[in-house]
């Protein structure tokens, strides 16, 4: 179990580096078809990414143990979303947040965002018949907003 959890702060630590460079070479962008959610988005992503080092690693593991705390989901779960998806602070915030107030599995809504990155958030929640002003909406970007 040690092991795991060692490999998984490792990887943590590789993934925060690999996504501050994929942030500078192309700003971050939500595209969830609502100013202010993309605003919280944009935030909780400055507020927990920074120039690769001891600092961010510890950042991003102290956010992915957060989520997964606050989500009460398994924390590997939330760790998936920054290894295997590549995921930003805020994609895998707004994962689990639709996972959450959905009732989809975190898997699927993490698999459609994935696949669909260039349409952004706005193509998922619009798949998953999640309205803008409806009470999932809403609660979708209290949570992005109670973030930073």
Known sequence: MRKIQIIGMILLIAI???LL???KAQPYQPDTGDSALDESLLLVNKTVSQKPGKKAARKLIQYTQRLAMDYQIPEYRVEELFNIYEFSAADALMSVSIADVSGQPLKNVAGLYF???KAGWKSVLK???ILPGSKVYE???K???AEY
């Open 139 to 141: 609660q979708i970007k």
């Open 143 to 145: 949570d992005a907003a």
């Open 115 to 117: 696949n669909n990155k």
């Open 127 to 129: 798949q998953l018949m």
């Open 16 to 18: 925060s580096g690999l």
């Open 21 to 23: 460079a994929v942030e």
